[in-house]
């Protein structure tokens, strides 16, 4: 059983930064993929971002790319979304999401695809 927890969302005017962290239970953290998902108001859970066992492994959905960077630290057992030039539409609740994975593995889009959730950390982005 892994558990995930997310902070760093917050309150941010348009064009800001936040850097959402998203920290893991498990000692074989390194093992998983890890995507960053998000849920606006009425709407369904979109992806974000995923990471596989390594850094350079990764995959953005269109409307982040260039704007959003998502990183690991195996020390800290923590993976990282670093979140510029926000948008008033990047406004969600941002979850964070583990699966086992293999080395070499594209890290899924599909929320389907991850066993492990967080509760979630709410990002409002205002004019």
């Known amino acids: 059983q892994v558990q995930l927890v997310e902070s760093g969302g917050g309150l941010v005017q348009a064009g800001g930064s936040l850097r959402l962290s998203c920290a893991a239970s498990?000692?074989?953290?390194?093992?998983?993929?890890v995507g960053w998902f998000r849920q606006a108001p009425g709407k369904e859970r979109d992806f974000v971002a995923a990471?596989?066992?390594?850094?350079?492994?990764?995959r953005y959905a269109d409307s982040v790319k260039g704007r959003f960077t998502i990183s690991r630290d195996s020390a800290k057992n923590t993976v990282y979304l670093q979140m510029n030039n926000l948008l008033i539409e990047d406004t969600a609740v941002y979850y964070c999401?583990?699966?086992?994975?293999?080395?070499?593995?594209?890290?899924?889009?599909?929320?389907?695809?991850?066993?492990?959730w967080g509760q979630g950390t709410q990002v409002t982005v205002s004019s």
């Open positions: 498990a000692r074989t953290f390194d093992y998983y993929a």
């Open positions: 990471v596989g066992w390594s850094t350079t492994s990764t």
């Open positions: 999401a583990g699966a086992r994975s293999l080395p070499g593995v594209l890290p899924p889009a599909q929320g389907g695809s991850y066993d492990y």
